[in-house]
């Protein structure tokens, strides 16, 4: 019953149950009694305790902000989402009266917790294949709620890495968004990906594209065109080493494509070779 009239703005009531007992009729009279309150609306909303965290990256979870109607069930979830965010080893929402009887002060006091790391790994696999992992993350970059991650892996299936920066709230909307690189250069102990076995994605705002390599030279060689668009002979010339890079690469592409053909085709004339043994041992 407290719960109903908090979610609807009256933060102070309280229900008291008294209880009567009748033990000749075995029975039990039971009322509750309800404390009035007005309904109360925010006064103003304190932040406290957060050293590194900025103001903003807790307000814009509460979800709710001054001169709204109190609303416990809101406030409840607004310090489970502050949990979540995984900023804080604690996280407690207080309301207390405000200056005014139908007015409240919600205070939300954090205990900040150390949240980036910096290690190597060493793993196993199943399949028994050693790898090694060097890795940076920062969920909280500079307490403003943006996350940095570093990272690459070598083993004998490739090597993987990752290097990006990703801001939750775009434009202080609730829109997430991503820049930075991942890259896989494929197994090294495959004959074919020593000519092209990488793939690349791109991270870009809200969009995410995944590429050859020679679209990620031709994007690098637009940008460095148009940097030096007030020197030709240098624009030239980097047009020219741009261009030999997306030719090679090309050529790089068709051979991982050709050589990863290889084993289907010679799987494929195996098999036919069996079967037309096979058909004429039967027809003799």
């Given at each position: ?54 103001d903003e990256v807790i307000r814009r979870e509460l979800r709710f902000a001054e001169r709204d109607a109190f609303n416990a069930g809101l406030i409840h979830k607004a310090r489970q989402r502050l949990q979540d ?200």
């Amino acid at each position: 019953m407290e719960a109903y009239f908090h979610s609807r703005g009256y933060a102070f009531v309280g229900v008291k149950p008294e209880i009567k007992r009748n033990p000749a009729q075995h029975t039990v009279d039971l009322m509750y009694e309800v404390g009035e309150g007005p309904r109360v609306w925010i006064e103003s909303i304190g932040i406290i305790n957060n050293t590194r965290t900025k103001d903003e990256v807790i307000r814009r979870e509460l979800r709710f902000a001054e001169r709204d109607a109190f609303n416990a069930g809101l406030i409840h979830k607004a310090r489970q989402r502050l949990q979540d965010l995984d900023y804080f080893d604690e996280v407690e929402i207080t309301p207390s009266p405000g200056s005014a009887s139908d007015e409240a002060i919600v205070t939300v006091s954090v205990t900040e917790k150390v949240t980036g790391s910096l290690g190597a790994s060493f793993h196993l696999g199943a399949d028994g294949i050693p790898s090694v992992d060097l890795a940076l993350k920062e969920p909280n970059y500079l307490g403003q709620g943006q996350s940095f991650i570093a990272d690459i892996e070598f083993s004998r299936g490739g090597t993987k890495g990752e290097v990006s920066f990703a801001e939750p709230w775009l434009a202080g909307r609730n829109l997430p968004a991503k820049w930075g690189i991942k890259f896989d250069t494929g197994s090294s102990t495959e004959l074919r990906t020593l000519f092209a076995g990488f793939q690349v994605t791109l991270w870009a705002g809200i969009l995410v594209f995944p590429m050859p390599l020679v679209l990620l030279l031709l994007l690098q060689g637009a940008y460095y065109s148009h940097l030096w668009s007030d020197d030709s002979a240098r624009s030239r010339r980097h047009f020219a080493r741009t261009m030999a890079a997306c030719r090679t690469t090309i050529i790089l592409q068709i051979s991982y494509f050709a050589m990863a053909q290889i084993p289907n085709f010679a799987f494929s004339r195996s098999h036919d070779i069996a079967n037309f043994a096979s058909h004429s041992v039967k027809d003799r």
